[in-house]
């Protein structure tokens, strides 16, 4: 019986349900699209996040040809037939196991090296490798490649280093090693090894295959000689030289190496192993260690009677730490590391806010159904009975946009990979394993339904514990306050936001924190800080909101007009609506505005970083060119007439020591002597123009240049140290016994390919002047010439025209070592995934919160104009123009937009200005990584670069515009409800 009655309960609710569908399918739909666009959100977020994350794994493992190389070396001072035994093949497949997932399809490349000394000079290098795995990576100049044969060794040469030993096509080597008897550890010679020359080739060193082999390397120019020649030989006819040359009882002077190379394969790595890779790689050296450790301590065992102690077995690779590096894997984790507060908080930003409207959207529909509710519970409705209802009607509702979001989301997460990464665009990441893909956002979106149901539950909840007399009071004047309010949790948060941001200031400022520290924990709580402070003050404005509209009114009753007072009197009497929805306009464009701010200050930044790193658009050291007669624009005209240069500067740059007047400080300095005629228009720096007209027109003629100090301009860190002012003299050091009076005639904040960001403990100082002083001074006082070094060229930027650049200035007598392109660092720079993370949450945000605050917008009107009929209704039945409806409408528009739109306005130049020099990640080329010797050295990489600067862009107003297109919108869809509406049927008396 009692089962029974709960399934005529169970079948009334679902009645009820059916007949409230169609009256709410309209509120439905809306709330149905917010919580598609919530649910996108949720997912986009996290999945562009771990994708961005893979995209730089792959980027720090691709940054330079030999990047992807790890090796495993054997060094022993003895070698034997057993090296080649199967045994030791098995043991470097085994060591290599945890990272054969990620090798690519090719195998390991061996090579085996080996060194002979001569009488006299330097050594002769044998490498020895597979000659039909290198023809491709050589290019035969004369001759053949080496091949296998019964009397002695064919090698090959590079053509340099054969016209250096003098060795031609059919000459012959006698090489012998130098070894030591294992008894009685005597030295003796080994047998001779007969090499003979049978081709001369040439090969790029930068080439991957080689392995920085110095197979084409030839003597640097500064010295008579190398340290060793390399020779190329078959690898199989080298061993069988060194098992005769070598017997079993000897040792050699010099240790033989046996390589074997393995390449990873990036696009092996996804978002699902990616943990199983950095584990593989980081541990690959102790793998290697264990496997051969009882391998090479053979003597010690009966059963490997056949290797020497003395020999090592290593895993190598930039991947790895050296002691002289500490790998680019673990650069690669600090370089997350210091990202992730910068994405998370974006990541937080985007979800709150979209949990927010969620929030706001499920309030609304239970309130626009509150006389229902009250009504069904007067007439007997239980709450179960009423869960039931508003479950029926939303979780086919949540289900439909869980299976629309899903897939969607996948798609935008594409999307927004393809576009903002044309190549090496890591869309398997997303594809490959779908399934697995959507467990990345799955905690976000059960989070988020959690949070959709509890305020659903807790809305309803409220909802059934008042009957009609309490709803229609409620609705009339509020009498209760918030939740929030009773509990003072405005005064509670804005007491920590204020103690937090407090100590988060004076600790970013107190300088007491190292670059490490400072990026793992000051950045985060630079972060974090700003955001409570803003919960804060907008839950003390949601406190003071009732008190301003109520004075508002009390101002309106005493002015004249009737529109205006009647809009403030019903927003201060019932002010939660209105109230609502100024918080999401307010968050609306705060999003926006912030949003517009962080992308137009990310692009200025990177272009700085850019420029700071090159000073033009092309600049490089090239040879020493002394005047000697000549003018700087003569030996500037060879590269005036490179297709495409616009204009060319030359100077001298070198590092000298300097000592501040009156002050045993010493520090070391680089000074740029430019051409102060070209410097402006070929170098791109900001705020140098005055000043350098200013040292041009204080340029030292060599009449004057005895007793003249010379005029320079020091940039803000050498300032910083020295606490030099203009006007202030002191002395720069040219050699222990030399030094050069000079003065200070500006300051400027930095100086070109200069890490000297001011403020930092690692910057570099500058020093600036003119060339023509400088030689002037130099020549006149020590007697000593001024040379030209370094040069600065500014070009067309059409890609034909760069690549002909790029060429000429790689090449030929206008070659520039090493040669730094504005162009192709900026390309770089933009790729980064993280900071195309960065601007695709923030684009995408910026969309789906006008969208949401479209919809919300439009179910708020829709609600409160039905809410409020018979209030216009009656208004219109004592006379009221349709005129006077549309001005009260517009007053009430107008104050829930003002309120919202400046509120936004406030909140997001706030969080722009506070969070913006913390929130965007360090622009790194990650092809630097392979030079970098420390972590230390790592983050103060990362702090020594353009100082990011909050950009205001002029296209700020669009979404202003569109609130205000979404608000003239609002206005048209609700006049037209109230006038459509018959007075007849609404001044009927109600349901109940």
């Not at 930092?760 to 002047?769: D, I, P």
Request: charged share 15%; hydrophobic share 45%; net charge positive.
């Amino acid at each position: 019986m009692q089962q029974n009655k709960r399934f005529e309960k169970m079948k009334a609710s679902l009645i009820l349900a059916k007949w409230q569908l169609r009256p709410s399918l309209h509120s439905l739909a809306l709330t149905g699209l917010g919580m598609l666009c919530a649910i996108v959100l949720t997912c986009v977020a996290p999945l562009l996040t771990e994708v961005m994350r893979l995209a730089v794994l792959r980027e720090a493992i691709q940054a330079q040809p030999e990047t992807p190389y790890l090796s495993i070396q054997i060094e022993t001072q003895r070698y034997t037939n057993e090296w080649t035994a199967q045994e030791l093949q098995g043991l470097v497949s085994k060591a290599s196991q945890g990272i054969s997932p990620f090798l690519a399809s090719t195998p390991p490349t061996p090579f085996l090296t080996a060194i002979s000394r001569r009488a006299s000079g330097a050594p002769y290098k044998l490498i020895g490798t597979s000659i039909t795995e290198a023809a491709p990576h050589l290019t035969l100049f004369e001759g053949r490649l080496p091949r296998q044969t019964t009397r002695g060794i064919e090698i090959a040469l590079h053509k340099q280093t054969a016209a250096q030993l003098g060795l031609h096509i059919g000459e012959t080597l006698l090489l012998r090693f130098q070894l030591i008897q294992r008894e009685n550890a005597q030295p003796v010679s080994s047998q001779p090894i007969r090499l003979t020359v049978v081709g001369l080739f040439t090969a790029d060193p930068n080439d991957a295959f080689w392995h920085n082999q110095p197979l084409a390397l030839t003597p640097p120019p500064q010295q008579e000689e190398p340290s060793y020649y390399p020779l190329l030989a078959d690898r199989l006819a080298l061993e069988k030289a060194l098992f005769t040359a070598c017997g079993q009882n000897t040792f050699s002077a010099e240790s033989f190496s046996l390589n074997w190379y393995y390449r990873l394969d990036p696009q092996r790595i996804t978002s699902q192993n990616t943990t199983q890779f950095e584990h593989s790689v980081t541990h690959l050296p102790e793998h290697v260690y264990t496997t051969f450790q009882s391998f090479l301590n053979a003597e010690e065992e009966s059963s490997y009677t056949h290797l020497p102690t003395r020999s090592t077995a290593v895993a190598a690779g930039k991947l790895l730490p050296t002691t002289q590096t500490p790998g680019l894997l673990l650069l690669y984790t600090l370089r997350l590391q210091q990202a992730i507060p910068s994405t998370t908080a974006l990541l937080l930003q985007l979800l709150v806010l979209a949990l927010i409207f969620l929030a706001i959207t499920v309030t609304m529909q239970v309130e626009h159904k509150a006389e229902t509710i009250a009504l069904l519970r007067s007439r007997g409705a239980s709450r179960w009975q009423i869960f039931i209802i508003f479950g029926t009607q939303n979780a086919p509702l949540i289900l439909l946009t869980l299976l629309l979001g899903v897939p969607l989301s996948f798609g935008i997460t594409d999307l927004l990979i393809r576009l903002g990464m044309s190549q090496n665009a890591p869309l398997d990441a997303v594809w490959t394993n779908p399934l697995s893909t959507f467990l990345i956002p799955v905690r976000w979106l059960l989070i988020t339904i959690c949070l959709l149901l509890g305020t659903l539950f807790f809305t309803l909840y409220r909802a059934t514990s008042r009957d009609m007399l309490t709803v229609r009071q409620t609705a009339s004047r509020p009498r209760q306050k918030p939740l929030w309010q009773r509990l003072h949790l405005d005064m509670s948060a804005g007491i920590v936001a204020l103690s937090g941001y407090g100590m988060t200031f004076s600790l970013l400022h107190s300088n007491v924190l190292d670059p490490g520290t400072y990026y793992l924990i000051g950045r985060p709580l630079a972060l974090i800080a700003p955001y409570f402070l803003v919960v804060g003050c907008l839950l003390l404005f949601l406190r003071l909101y009732p008190f301003l509209l109520r004075w508002g009114s009390r101002l309106a009753i005493r002015g004249r007009g009737a529109e205006h007072m009647l809009a403030l009197t019903h927003i201060a009497r019932s002010p939660g609506p209105f109230l609502r929805m100024s918080l999401l306009l307010a968050v609306v464009t705060a999003l926006s505005l912030f949003g517009q701010i962080v992308t137009a200050s990310q692009h200025h930044y990177i272009e700085h970083q850019a420029m700071l790193a090159t000073g033009a658009d092309f600049s490089g050291t090239t040879e020493l060119h002394p005047l000697l007669g000549t003018s700087l624009q003569q030996l500037g005209q060879p590269y005036r007439e490179i297709p495409g240069v616009q204009a060319v500067s030359l100077a001298f740059k070198q590092e000298f020591p300097s000592q501040e007047a009156g002050n045993a400080q010493q520090t070391d300095i680089t000074v740029f002597a430019v051409d102060t005629d070209t410097f402006a228009q070929t170098v791109q720096l900001p705020d140098s123009t005055s000043l350098i007209q200013q040292l041009r027109a204080q340029r030292i003629l060599p009449e004057r240049a005895r007793n003249t100090p010379l005029p320079v301009i020091i940039n803000q860190a050498f300032q910083d140290r020295t606490h030099l002012t203009p006007g202030t003299p002191f002395m720069l050091k040219l050699d222990s016994a030399t030094g050069l009076p000079c003065i200070v005639l500006a300051v400027i904040p930095r100086l070109p390919e200069l890490n000297d960001l001011p403020g930092t403990s690692t910057a570099a100082n500058g020093l600036l002047t003119d060339f023509h002083s400088l030689a002037a001074i130099l020549a006149r006082q020590h007697n000593r010439s001024l040379s030209i070094n370094h040069i600065w060229l500014k070009t067309d930027h059409a890609p034909q025209i760069l690549q002909e650049i790029r060429t000429r200035l790689s090449n030929g007598p206008t070659r520039l070592f090493p040669l730094k392109d504005r162009i192709a660092e900026l390309e770089t720079l933009q790729k980064d995934p993280l900071y195309i993370q960065v601007i695709s949450l923030l684009s995408l945000g910026t969309l789906v919160m006008l969208l949401l605050a479209f919809l919300g917008n439009v179910q708020a009107a829709q609600q409160q104009a039905r809410s409020r009929m018979t209030h216009f209704a009656l208004l219109r039945a004592l006379g009221t123009a349709p005129g006077q409806l549309l001005r009260v409408l517009l007053w009430e528009q107008g104050i829930l937009y003002s309120i919202g739109v400046l509120l936004g306005l406030v909140v997001g130049l706030f969080l722009a200005f506070t969070t913006l020099p913390y929130l965007l990640p360090a622009a790194i080329n990650y092809a630097s990584f392979t030079n970098i010797s420390t972590t230390k050295e790592f983050f103060s990489m990362l702090n020594s670069g353009a100082a990011i600067s909050v950009i205001i862009p002029p296209e700020i107003w669009l979404p202003l515009l569109a609130l205000l297109g979404i608000s003239l919108l609002v206005l048209l869809l609700t006049v037209s409800t109230i006038i459509r509406a018959s007075l007849h049927t609404v001044l009927r008396l109600n349901a109940d």
